[in-house]
């Protein structure tokens, strides 16, 4: 079995402490640092963590693992892509979402 692990971590660990994601061969993800699951469907997996929202894009996607303790959510099926955003404010003191991290696909 070929076993290519991926894994991001963010550099500010005092400021960020506990976030990761691990994609082992493009089907068994698991993301810790997770406070909220905003929506899921099989072709997307839009979570908020404390490096901000994550989108997951991949079919056949399904959480077999949820847990709010520890902040940690598992997803299997094909990851074709991750994203992440952050909130902004903008100058009229409304919050606008920001794309910070070109998406990368997986392929």
């Known amino acids: 079995m070929n076993e290519h692990v991926t ?4 550099s500010t660990a005092t400021q960020h402490p506990g976030h990761s994601l691990v994609a082992i061969d493009r ?8 406070s909220e699951v905003i929506s899921f469907d099989e ?4 979570l908020v963590t404390v490096c901000g929202i994550l989108n997951l894009e991949g079919e056949g996607l399904r ?3 949820l847990n709010t303790k520890d902040g ?3 997803v299997t099926g094909i990851l074709n892509g ?3 955003e952050e909130e902004q404010s903008t100058a009229v003191g409304t919050d606008s979402r920001k794309k910070t991290r070109a998406r990368r696909l997986f392929g």
């Open 27 to 34: 089907r068994e993800i698991t993301v810790k640092g997770v």
């Open 63 to 65: 959480i077999h693992v």
């Open 82 to 84: 991750v994203l992440y």
């Open 43 to 46: 072709a997307n997996v839009r």
């Open 72 to 74: 940690t959510v598992a």
């Open 7 to 10: 894994q991001a971590t963010n």
